[in-house]
Protein backbone atom coordinates (compact mmCIF):
# COMPACT_ATOMS: atom_id res chain seq x y z
CA UNK A 1 0.00 0.00 0.00
CA UNK A 2 2.72 2.30 0.83
CA UNK A 3 4.36 1.84 -2.88
CA UNK A 4 1.20 2.54 -4.43
CA UNK A 5 0.23 5.59 -2.56
CA UNK A 6 4.15 7.10 -2.80
CA UNK A 7 3.41 9.31 -5.70
CA UNK A 8 0.83 11.07 -3.95
CA UNK A 9 1.86 11.01 -0.06
CA UNK A 10 5.37 10.52 -0.21
CA UNK A 11 6.13 11.67 2.96
CA UNK A 12 3.67 10.02 4.79
CA UNK A 13 4.07 6.74 3.16
CA UNK A 14 8.38 7.16 3.80
CA UNK A 15 7.64 7.25 7.55
CA UNK A 16 5.43 4.22 6.62
CA UNK A 17 8.19 2.73 4.73
CA UNK A 18 11.01 3.34 7.63
CA UNK A 19 8.60 1.81 10.35
CA UNK A 20 7.80 -1.60 8.62
CA UNK A 21 9.66 -4.48 9.53
CA UNK A 22 13.10 -4.84 8.29
CA UNK A 23 13.32 -7.38 5.51
CA UNK A 24 16.95 -7.75 3.25
CA UNK A 25 15.53 -7.61 -0.09
CA UNK A 26 13.60 -4.59 0.64
CA UNK A 27 14.71 -0.88 -0.19
CA UNK A 28 16.42 1.56 2.04
CA UNK A 29 13.09 3.88 0.60
CA UNK A 30 9.84 3.28 -0.63
CA UNK A 31 10.77 5.87 -3.52
CA UNK A 32 13.36 3.40 -4.11
CA UNK A 33 11.16 0.42 -4.65
CA UNK A 34 9.68 -0.98 -7.83
CA UNK A 35 5.69 0.32 -8.00
CA UNK A 36 3.88 -3.31 -7.73
CA UNK A 37 2.29 -4.91 -10.30
CA UNK A 38 -1.37 -6.32 -10.28
CA UNK A 39 0.25 -9.68 -8.95
CA UNK A 40 1.13 -7.97 -5.71
CA UNK A 41 -1.77 -5.80 -5.50
CA UNK A 42 -4.35 -8.83 -5.84
CA UNK A 43 -2.22 -11.56 -3.93
CA UNK A 44 -2.14 -15.61 -5.02
CA UNK A 45 -5.09 -14.75 -7.33
CA UNK A 46 -4.75 -14.79 -10.89
CA UNK A 47 -5.45 -11.24 -12.39
CA UNK A 48 -8.19 -12.13 -14.98
CA UNK A 49 -7.68 -11.85 -18.79
CA UNK A 50 -10.55 -9.87 -19.93
CA UNK A 51 -10.06 -9.55 -24.15
CA UNK A 52 -13.14 -7.63 -24.93
CA UNK A 53 -11.62 -4.56 -22.47
CA UNK A 54 -8.12 -5.12 -23.67
CA UNK A 55 -9.29 -4.27 -26.83
CA UNK A 56 -11.87 -1.78 -25.68
CA UNK A 57 -9.07 0.15 -24.02
CA UNK A 58 -6.23 -0.72 -26.98
CA UNK A 59 -9.26 0.99 -29.24
CA UNK A 60 -9.92 4.11 -26.85
CA UNK A 61 -6.11 4.74 -26.47
CA UNK A 62 -5.71 4.59 -30.01
CA UNK A 63 -8.53 7.18 -30.79
CA UNK A 64 -7.00 9.56 -27.60
CA UNK A 65 -3.53 9.93 -29.10
CA UNK A 66 -5.52 10.49 -32.26
CA UNK A 67 -7.11 13.53 -30.15
CA UNK A 68 -3.98 14.91 -28.53
CA UNK A 69 -2.25 15.28 -31.93
CA UNK A 70 -5.23 17.04 -33.37
CA UNK A 71 -5.72 19.17 -29.89
CA UNK A 72 -1.99 19.96 -29.97
CA UNK A 73 -2.25 20.89 -33.71
CA UNK A 74 -5.46 23.73 -33.06
CA UNK A 75 -3.45 24.85 -29.96
CA UNK A 76 -0.11 25.53 -32.20
CA UNK A 77 -2.95 27.33 -34.63
CA UNK A 78 -3.80 29.60 -32.15
CA UNK A 79 -7.71 27.87 -32.26
CA UNK A 80 -7.54 26.77 -28.79
CA UNK A 81 -5.89 27.50 -25.71
CA UNK A 82 -6.55 24.77 -23.33
CA UNK A 83 -8.07 21.65 -24.01
CA UNK A 84 -11.28 22.50 -22.50
CA UNK A 85 -11.60 25.35 -24.67
CA UNK A 86 -12.13 22.40 -27.41
CA UNK A 87 -15.30 20.44 -28.40
CA UNK A 88 -14.59 17.27 -31.10
CA UNK A 89 -16.56 16.13 -33.38
CA UNK A 90 -15.22 12.60 -34.26
CA UNK A 91 -16.36 10.45 -36.80
CA UNK A 92 -15.48 6.48 -37.31
CA UNK A 93 -16.22 3.70 -38.96
CA UNK A 94 -17.14 0.23 -37.05
CA UNK A 95 -15.29 -1.08 -35.16
CA UNK A 96 -14.13 1.75 -33.62
CA UNK A 97 -17.56 3.92 -33.31
CA UNK A 98 -19.30 1.06 -31.54
CA UNK A 99 -16.53 1.31 -28.76
CA UNK A 100 -16.44 4.85 -28.47
CA UNK A 101 -20.47 5.22 -29.19
CA UNK A 102 -20.50 2.47 -25.37
CA UNK A 103 -18.16 5.18 -23.83
CA UNK A 104 -20.25 8.33 -25.41
CA UNK A 105 -21.18 10.27 -22.01
CA UNK A 106 -17.32 9.85 -20.96
CA UNK A 107 -14.79 10.42 -23.79
CA UNK A 108 -14.84 14.48 -22.73
CA UNK A 109 -13.45 13.31 -20.14
CA UNK A 110 -11.21 10.48 -21.69
CA UNK A 111 -10.41 13.19 -24.17
CA UNK A 112 -10.50 16.07 -20.96
CA UNK A 113 -12.86 18.72 -23.60
CA UNK A 114 -16.12 20.17 -22.87
CA UNK A 115 -17.95 18.17 -25.83
CA UNK A 116 -17.58 15.36 -28.05
CA UNK A 117 -19.90 14.91 -30.30
CA UNK A 118 -19.72 11.21 -32.36
CA UNK A 119 -20.90 10.76 -35.75
CA UNK A 120 -21.07 7.49 -37.25
CA UNK A 121 -18.58 7.17 -39.89
CA UNK A 122 -18.87 4.81 -43.57
CA UNK A 123 -16.52 2.00 -43.95
CA UNK A 124 -15.52 -1.51 -43.71
CA UNK A 125 -13.64 -0.04 -40.53
CA UNK A 126 -10.84 0.75 -42.78
CA UNK A 127 -11.53 4.63 -43.06
CA UNK A 128 -10.35 5.13 -39.61
CA UNK A 129 -11.20 7.54 -37.26
CA UNK A 130 -11.05 11.80 -38.06
CA UNK A 131 -10.99 13.98 -35.76
CA UNK A 132 -12.38 17.61 -35.77
CA UNK A 133 -11.30 20.34 -32.99
CA UNK A 134 -13.50 23.44 -33.10
CA UNK A 135 -13.85 26.26 -30.03
CA UNK A 136 -16.15 25.15 -27.41
CA UNK A 137 -19.71 26.71 -27.25
CA UNK A 138 -20.72 28.65 -24.42
CA UNK A 139 -18.47 30.29 -21.14
CA UNK A 140 -16.46 29.10 -18.66
CA UNK A 141 -17.60 27.26 -15.59
CA UNK A 142 -16.00 28.73 -12.91
CA UNK A 143 -16.15 24.96 -10.81
CA UNK A 144 -14.47 22.84 -13.36
CA UNK A 145 -13.50 25.35 -16.23
CA UNK A 146 -15.52 22.91 -18.41
CA UNK A 147 -17.52 25.73 -21.23
CA UNK A 148 -21.06 25.28 -21.37
CA UNK A 149 -23.40 26.79 -23.42
CA UNK A 150 -25.92 26.24 -20.29
CA UNK A 151 -23.58 28.36 -17.61
CA UNK A 152 -25.61 31.03 -15.87
CA UNK A 153 -29.28 29.02 -16.35
CA UNK A 154 -29.47 28.44 -12.58
CA UNK A 155 -30.35 31.96 -10.93
CA UNK A 156 -28.63 30.32 -7.62
CA UNK A 157 -25.14 29.22 -8.95
CA UNK A 158 -25.05 31.98 -12.12
CA UNK A 159 -21.10 31.37 -12.54
CA UNK A 160 -21.94 27.13 -12.87
CA UNK A 161 -22.45 24.73 -15.70
CA UNK A 162 -25.72 22.73 -14.94
CA UNK A 163 -23.26 19.60 -13.79
CA UNK A 164 -21.71 21.76 -10.67
CA UNK A 165 -25.09 23.03 -10.16
CA UNK A 166 -26.38 19.99 -9.29
CA UNK A 167 -23.74 18.83 -7.37
CA UNK A 168 -23.48 22.16 -5.10
CA UNK A 169 -27.10 21.99 -4.70
CA UNK A 170 -26.64 18.14 -3.24
CA UNK A 171 -23.75 19.39 -1.04
CA UNK A 172 -25.56 22.34 0.18
CA UNK A 173 -28.64 19.80 0.64
CA UNK A 174 -26.12 17.23 2.50
CA UNK A 175 -24.79 19.79 4.45
CA UNK A 176 -28.52 21.02 5.91
CA UNK A 177 -29.12 17.63 6.49
CA UNK A 178 -26.08 17.07 8.99
CA UNK A 179 -26.72 20.68 10.51
Given at each position: ?????????????????Q??????????????A????????????????????Q?????????????????????????????????????????????????????????????????????????????????????????????????????????????????????????????
Amino acid sequence: MARLLAPILSFTCEEVWQHLPKLPDRPQSVHLAKFPDAADVLGNSSVPEDDAQQHEWTTLLAVREQVLKALEDARTGKNIGKSLEAQLVITAADPAYSVLARHRDQLRYLFIVSAVTLVQGSGNGTGGVHVEVKKADGNKCDRCWNYSPRVGEDQTYPTVCERCSAVLKELERSASTKA
